[in-house]
């Protein structure tokens, strides 16, 4: 048997048929619900259920797993991992809406030396340190009123603080194409990627070009009115609950000018 099918029938044997509106059988010699009890409660037939289990149905549409998770009472992480063993790589849209856990927001706010913020999969600012704000202060961007980087980014006024602006440009549209597979049911994402076609002709066609990347770490310029030019190494760091978040932090070593111009931008209280 398959993982997928031993998934699913060590949860169809942890259902109570009573807590799902079914009667008991005193003839039941097995726990939890039959083959055909789930069927019936995800809306499917036995005998596709059945093959979904012996791992004969080969790949299941979403609609289908996201049924037999709501008949099995599977919660957001446990419902990505029946998408996961069943060759779906996409993540719940209900877990995308998550917020920041208390845990996290207590981490960002102990970083003081350098910039630290926390994004959702959109690259909506979700929460960010003091130095955050300082850098991106600098350029007129409010970061606690939680705006879009994507959407900042490429308005026209960015260019100016971005010296390497067109790479930084194509890295977030390859990286939101990838976040858009992973969250499609994401009504919110959709309607992003349309006003940014939309509204910008070059999103439009770095959007043509269907490009994917991850943009973990790397280098990003600043030209920052207050301390001039500065470059700071940047990680992406994914939140590991399914929410699609990321911390994203920028550093320079210490003994380099960046490192000195950084500690100056932080002493502006």
């Known amino acids: 048997m398959s993982d997928l ?11 109570n048929p009573e807590d799902v509106g079914l009667r008991e059988d005193a003839r039941r010699r097995v726990p939890g619900l039959r083959r055909e009890e789930l069927a019936l409660l995800a809306g499917v ?3 596709y259920y059945t093959r979904l289990e012996q791992g004969r149905a080969k790949h299941p549409s ?3 797993l996201d049924a037999v998770a709501r008949a099995l009472g599977l919660d ?7 998408h996961r063993l069943a060759g779906n790589a996409r993540l719940s849209p209900l ?3 998550a917020g920041v856990r208390p845990s996290l927001q207590a981490m960002l706010e102990a970083v003081e030396a350098f910039p630290a913020l926390i ?8 929460a960010s340190n003091r130095m955050a704000r300082l850098l991106y202060g600098g350029f007129g961007w409010d970061l606690e009123a939680g705006p879009n980087f994507v959407r900042l980014l490429f308005d026209d006024d960015s260019r100016a603080h971005f010296p390497d602006w067109e790479a930084c440009t194509q890295e977030n549209a390859a990286q939101l194409r990838k976040m858009a597979a992973l969250f499609p049911d994401d009504p919110a994402m959709l309607s992003l990627i349309g006003e940014l076609s939309v509204a910008h002709r070059y999103f439009a066609e770095l959007w043509a070009r269907a490009e994917v990347r991850d943009c973990n770490i790397g280098s990003v310029r600043f030209d920052h009115p207050m301390v001039g030019l500065l470059e700071l190494y940047k990680e992406q760091f994914r939140v590991a609950d399914g929410s699609g978040q990321m ?6 070593a210490p003994g380099t000018d960046d490192h000195d111009r950084l500690r100056l931008l932080g002493s502006d209280r």
Do not use: C, P, W
Request: hydrophobic content about 40%.
């Open 5 to 15: 099918g031993k998934f699913l029938q060590a949860r169809r044997a942890r259902v």
């Open 45 to 47: 037939s036995v005998d």
């Open 62 to 64: 979403d609609q289908v």
């Open 76 to 82: 957001g992480t446990t419902r990505a991992h029946l």
């Open 95 to 97: 877990q995308a809406g």
């Open 119 to 126: 994004m959702n999969h959109r690259q909506d600012v979700l």
């Open 247 to 252: 911390l994203v932090t920028l550093t320079a």
